[in-house]
């Protein structure tokens, strides 16, 4: 067995060099390849099938709560990015310039979209006229670019995928229910699906995204104690309607500003999966992502029978499952390696034994966990298998961030914890960027996270100033 | 009903002004809007949950036929557009340049992708060293651009989304299959999913993609006899390869290239379906991408019970079909108007006098025939109302291509068939592109469209140069 491992390339091990063995993962299980330009990253088939799943079951729960998919344009006129003064400053740094069509030199220049609330915004003016056009609930797939210094796959890199719900709404209440409702969307996603915990609440002014008036975040914990910006949901007011002259006619016969959100998540997902769930062996994936959900493994399949056996058991359960049947000449113990690294949740070994015995063998991708089943229950046995990995997974990484999740009520208190103890810091805050600020520098990177929605009473005092508290926040390190 | 009729606006009609019609039909139907960068289109809900449709009928295509989905980046560095030497003469003129990041100037330019063929191959260069790696099945699913001078929604646009393939095989003859097995792919999808027939074959050397060694196309023609390239298969021999440098170990143990092909479609489709199909009360949809393929409209709704029976009606058919229930304030007249301009393929009328017969009435979009049905039946009787709607249209297309293809067997008949009818010509060629580009010439566009599989021999000599005949060749104007 030690033998057949090596044949799968070794990776760094996750508590020697976290980094490393990120990196180690996404390219041993093919996920991504680096592009020959600078950022941007190639998804592989393995990696973009992940993605796939993702979007078929986000997308499910858009339709469901009434949003409709529609597709703007990649470019953005400078003079439209530069209607809105805030978002402008936000995004006009880090974005790539278009000067030239074919030969001739642009007289505008084009930005390619590093988010698309102008363009949304310019369109909302045309087809928005009275209060019986609202809402408009609109979602957009697309990619996105946005020019990064520092770039690592799925997590920061130049380009990405993501999806970008921009929708216009008669009164503000009714805008920042959506907000909420989209925020409970992504949480609901994160922890049917990707069996992934988060903290959830709203960013401080500083953190706020380029023009909202709220923006509103889940924070998952990775394995490291390092957190992960996994999702954000905006508020905008009537600030974009003001700026791209958008009104309709009120139920009142006046002329009226509608009211705005928008809301994203992204490939970075990816990353979130690999830094919450994957070990030393490579990729864990939940179950209803996984491209491959049981891999039925043969075992001296050159027995008469195995085969036969194996393959009636791949179709009976390719009826309701992503199946892999590896008959390939490999050795089983190269194959079970293979499945490990691919994060594969369920791999079913059959060999002649089990065939006499009319029974199988599933191993759980997490915990290892070995079962004996009757092939005649198969279909319920990998039933209740992926549920059993699923709520492992979400337990699993539960009890890491509960773990990873610290209280400072002092000021010495918060500076110790940010220095030895990786993870979430909870401790009062005044409300003032620069106690923020302070904290950033003295700990060299923890910034706040949120103030959740359930704020605890911790104490008094702001844990920075010692002023009057005005609020919990969750504090970390970020990705 | 004529003043119903006038409650949704109404278009030009398709014989008095085509043009017209057509953007006329794109913006009454929801289908586009305009936005403020040049060429570049918004495609609306309605619009694009066409295109969802057909992506969602290719994809599982594509999968079945063993193809796997990637994502590349969307910029290429101008080196790397440069390796192909064909490949860069045919696309440099007709990218957008990326010259800034951020407020930095670029060292190296970056042109948006207009086609991928370059990021695949260096990638291929990277992951393919053994036949065990081959053959490499791969499709994208991403937007291009193309800085169009005159351009008309889904028909030619500066951005257009598409679905790009590209395989590497061990064999010539393995890539040459491929390319025909994915034109038969798209000459399947047009004819079972479209409902629109269309010529089949070869471009000539003058029409074939940059780069590429045989350029394959489905040419649909459209209902003003004017012909559309409807997509493309490509084979390109071992050019890139070598131009890349990807190499393979063989069977041989020796050192090869592979062979390569690609295949496209784009939300083009989209411009042909109308043009093909639509009609002067707008667009005529094709059942199995319609994103409504049931309009179940209640007549005198107010009346006890109607509600009720349309509400049951609806979600029984909702199990199978995508249904809409519309029991807004309008009148039942400018609903009727309001579905035809959206394409629904069939309505279901329900009123009082029905339901006490224990019936509906089934209107088809395409030939306006109404079926009283049995409610008991309702099922059966849609699906068969779609199944006859679905090849109705099929005929009418067929009928309507073979009554626009004139045989002409002298230049005269020729510059004859091309001044007065508008259709495909067939007639025979000597393989000279100087007589192409002077048949081009004199007909003010009339150009090949390809050699189709079947040649018919028409006569010994090309109708241009008289010299003796190579191919038949079907020829005729384009979008």
Not at 46 to 75: C, S, V
Not at 367 to 385: G, M, P, Q, W, Y
Request: negative net charge; contains cysteine.
């Amino acid at each position: 067995m030690a033998q057949q491992k090596k044949m799968v390339e070794a990776i760094t091990s996750r508590d020697v060099d976290f980094a490393k063995w990120y990196t180690d993962i996404v390219k041993k299980a093919e996920l991504v390849d680096y592009s020959g330009i600078k950022g941007c990253m190639i998804i592989r088939p393995y990696g973009y099938a992940i993605w796939e799943n993702i979007q078929k079951d986000l997308d499910a729960r858009f339709k469901k709560t009434g949003h409709e998919n529609i597709y703007m344009p990649m470019f953005i006129p400078e003079s439209l990015l530069q209607k809105e003064k805030d978002h402008v400053e936000g995004f006009a740094p880090e974005v790539a310039w278009v000067t030239y069509g074919g030969n001739e030199k642009l007289a505008e220049r084009l930005c390619v979209r590093p988010t698309s609330e102008t363009l949304f915004c310019e369109h909302y003016a045309k087809i928005i006229n009275s209060y019986r056009d609202l809402p408009k609930l609109y979602n957009q797939w697309c990619s996105v670019v946005r020019w990064e210094k520092t770039t690592r796959p799925f997590l920061r890199t130049s380009e990405f995928l993501w999806q970008e719900g921009h929708t216009m709404h008669e009164t503000a209440e009714e805008a920042k229910e959506e907000t909420m409702r989209m925020l409970q969307v992504y949480t609901d996603f994160y922890k049917e699906t990707l069996a992934i915990p988060a903290v959830t609440g709203e960013k401080t002014e500083k953190e706020r995204f380029a023009g909202a008036k709220a923006t509103y975040t889940i924070e998952p914990m990775m394995h490291n104690g390092v957190a992960l910006q996994g999702g954000t949901s905006h508020y905008f007011g009537d600030g974009f309607a003001k700026a791209f002259d958008i009104t309709f006619t009120g139920r009142d016969n006046k002329i009226h500003n509608p009211y705005q959100t928008s809301w994203g998540v992204s490939t970075r997902m990816i990353g979130a999966i690999i830094m919450v769930h994957s070990d030393d062996d490579g990729l864990v994936l939940p179950p209803k992502i996984s491209p491959i959900q049981v891999a039925v493994i043969p075992v001296a399949q050159h027995k008469p029978g195995v085969l036969d056996k194996a393959n009636e058991l791949a179709d009976k359960l390719s009826e309701n499952y992503r199946v892999k049947l590896d008959d390939s000449d490999n050795s089983p113990g190269w194959k079970f390696s293979q499945y490990e690294m691919k994060g594969v949740p369920i791999r079913i070994e059959l060999g002649p034994k089990d065939i006499e015995n009319n029974q199988c063998v599933i191993v759980r991708r997490d915990t290892r966990e070995k079962l004996f089943v009757s092939i005649d229950n198969i279909e319920k046995a990998v039933a209740d298998a992926l549920q059993s990995v699923h709520n492992g997974m979400y337990e699993k990484a539960l009890k890491n961030m509960q773990e990873k999740t610290f209280v400072a009520n002092t000021h010495e208190e918060f500076l110790d914890i940010a220095k030895n103890k990786p993870g979430f810091i909870k401790a009062m805050w005044c409300g003032e960027t620069a106690c923020e600020e302070k904290l950033k520098d003295e700990t060299n990177g923890v910034k706040s996270r949120c103030i959740p929605f359930n704020e605890e009473h911790l104490s008094d005092t702001c844990v920075c100033c010692g002023k009057p508290a005005k609020h919990m926040v969750y504090w970390g390190r970020q990705y």
